[in-house]
């Protein structure tokens, strides 16, 4: 009974932020369906006493919470900044994450405030929200810098993709709480140094290492051992990262459970030798010294959390008590954000990816008897085959590219990907101490990422390496989930549903 408590609890909530994301429901009516479920929980509970109708009301409660929670965090636009859309405005802010600097300009997400006057009581208050704000490269901007600017205040617009697609650009950037844009605007530093103390000196790390680390590694090396470790790959360009694209590569430099599990993995094997607690330790300490190097970042926090479940899940074989938490996990991030759900697709294919790691892996692994154990590569090559083959549905649907040459280029590199991001570690903490120890370290990060990078340019050259799916239809994608779905927990639902509650 409990399980099904928990399961009806979770999905309630899920199914209620998925529906609330794509429908507007009035408050009143969300309500309303509280009262009711309230009121037939305790029917069921104390006078028919089934607990199929109580699993039910709990269902339709948290279906309401659900609602209710992306209700709180959809709120409209504040007045007095719709009213300078489009218009020359005056701000000042503080920038409130660390830049992310392109190929060709800088993007800032600045709080930027304004004075409010409630025409009712003429009472005036500061109302502040986010901006994401592009420009030039001439200045060093830092998180914790106030700044005044002057330009064109702009609503962001969704856009098509050179796949086809309509990007949700608005959604995308409301998921982290940016409503509006502004370009090469007349920007003035005002003052540095204002920023949360324990979140500057996590951009201060991260800096620091990519920078003795850059300074061991040549480019283009340095940029993918960037996108190896941290996710940086905002300095790609152009070029560089459609080949990543077309070769069904591009998930290596993202923020992902899937990456940081496999570095942990070697981890634990590289401290085999020692008592099992303490090798699992050092594969937990892998994936928490990544979220600080990462800057503590949502996105970073996300995947190593993940990551720890996975590790968990591969570590003890209790794969059905950590899908439990899991899911718990998801639970409690929708909360904190319900945007993440269905607009952030770091998210998405994180989870997806994770659950390849836990339970389609070990199903796969049978076909890869033939590819030797040393090194762990055998593992590589299946969980790399699993999660490729589990989130190309999705990628399909949001991306609208298939790679033909993804399998032979993943199997080619991911091989060489986790001790090319071990001794990019040992590489960036080595130069802290002295750019002598960091230099021959650092020349075989370079040989390892050379080769990669060499891969990924001869296949992307391919005639037939990939092409778009520009309408990859969703009703497939359900189809083919819900296929994944049977397939790897048929004989547990079957069960879950026939045994009596």
């Keep these: 009974m409990r399980d099904w408590a928990f399961y009806s609890v979770c999905f309630g909530f899920i199914f209620g932020v998925l529906l609330r994301s794509f429908v507007f429901v009035n408050i009143y009516l969300t309500i309303l369906f509280s009262v009711i479920s309230v009121a037939l929980f305790l029917f069921f509970a104390f006078v028919s006493k089934k607990n199929l109708g109580i699993l039910i009301s709990i269902f ?75 420009t030039g490269l001439e200045e060093n901007y830092k998180y914790g810098d106030e700044i005044s600017l002057k330009g064109t205040l702009k609503k962001p617009e969704n856009f098509i993709t050179d796949q086809g697609k309509v990007f949700d650009y608005v959604n995308y950037l409301r998921k982290d709480g940016i409503l509006y844009v502004m370009s090469y605007s007349k920007i003035e530093i005002v003052s540095r140094g204002n920023g949360n103390i324990v979140k500057s000196a996590l951009f201060f790390a991260k800096g620091k290492f990519l920078e003795k680390m850059d300074f061991a590694i040549p480019e283009p090396e340095n940029l993918l051992m960037g996108g190896l470790i941290l996710g940086e790959r905002s300095s790609f360009g152009q070029e560089m990262r459609q080949r990543f694209i077309d070769t069904g590569t591009i998930h290596i430099v993202a923020l992902s459970g899937y990456n940081v599990t496999i570095v942990a993995e070697w981890i634990m094997e590289i401290f085999a030798f020692l008592p099992r607690n303490f090798g699992f330790s050092a594969g937990i300490f892998g994936i928490l010294l990544f979220v600080v190097m990462a800057g503590g970042q949502a996105t970073a926090v996300r995947a190593g959390t993940m990551a720890v479940l996975a590790l968990i899940a591969r570590a003890t074989g209790r794969n059905y008590d950590v899908a439990r938490a899991l899911i718990l996990a998801g639970v409690l991030m929708i909360i904190f954000n319900p945007f993440v759900l269905v607009y952030d697709v770091s998210f998405q294919l994180s989870f997806i990816a994770t659950i390849a790691v836990i339970f389609f892996a070990p199903k796969v692994e049978k076909y890869f008897l033939w590819v030797p154990e040393s090194f762990k590569l055998r593992d590589v090559v299946s969980v790399t085959f699993a999660a490729y083959i589990f989130v190309l549905p999705f990628v399909l649907y949001k991306m609208g590219n298939l790679s033909l040459v993804a399998f032979p280029a993943n199997v080619l590199i991911l091989p060489f990907i986790p001790l090319t991001m071990i001794f990019g570690f040992f590489t960036g903490f080595a130069g802290i101490i002295s750019h002598i120890l960091a230099t021959p370290l650092g020349y075989i990060a370079y040989l390892l990422l050379h080769w990669e990078l060499g891969v990924i340019n001869v296949l992307a050259g391919v005639s037939f390496a990939s092409f778009t799916i520009p309408n990859f239809p969703i009703i497939l994608v359900l189809v083919i989930y819900g296929w994944f779905t049977y397939r790897l927990f048929g004989r547990s639902m079957k069960k879950f549903f026939t045994e009596p509650l």
Excluded: C, H, W
Aim: without cysteine.
């Design 60 to 134: 339709v409660l948290m279906f309401s919470v659900g609602m209710f929670r992306f209700d709180i965090a959809d709120t409209p636009n504040p007045v007095v900044f719709e009213s300078k859309v489009s218009k020359n405005v005056s701000l000042t802010g503080k920038i409130v994450d660390e830049p992310n600097v392109k190929e060709n300009n800088q993007q800032l997400t600045l709080l930027a405030k304004l004075v409010q006057t409630d025409t009712n009581s003429a009472m005036a208050e500061s109302v502040s929200v986010k901006i994401l704000l592009s």
